[in-house]
């Protein structure tokens, strides 16, 4: 990705960042900020309706796949004897 130069603003008592609309964020999307030194990263958080949507459907598209007829019994493990541990 390219990038983008903006600059910031008084908004109220804040500071503001105009994201330019060649970014494709529309208005009122929850983003999260991180700082670490004189880097910012903004995310923009995932719509919380929107991920169980798509959980449900994974769940879903999990519950069809083909089962098995029966499931092989394994051999059982035998751990050696490690003393002083």
Known sequence: MNAIS???FKSGNSI???LP????IGAD???QIERN????IVRRL??????????????AELES?????S?????PIEFPERPGL
């Open 29 to 31: 999307v929850e983003m």
């Open 46 to 59: 995932k719509d919380p309706a929107e991920e169980k949507r798509r959980l449900r459907e994974m769940v």
């Open 21 to 24: 609309r060649a970014l494709g």
């Open 65 to 69: 796949l083909p089962k098995p007829p």
């Open 16 to 18: 503001a960042l105009r």
């Open 71 to 75: 499931v092989q019994e394994r051999e």
């Open 6 to 8: 903006s600059r910031t």
């Open 37 to 40: 030194g004189d880097v910012l």
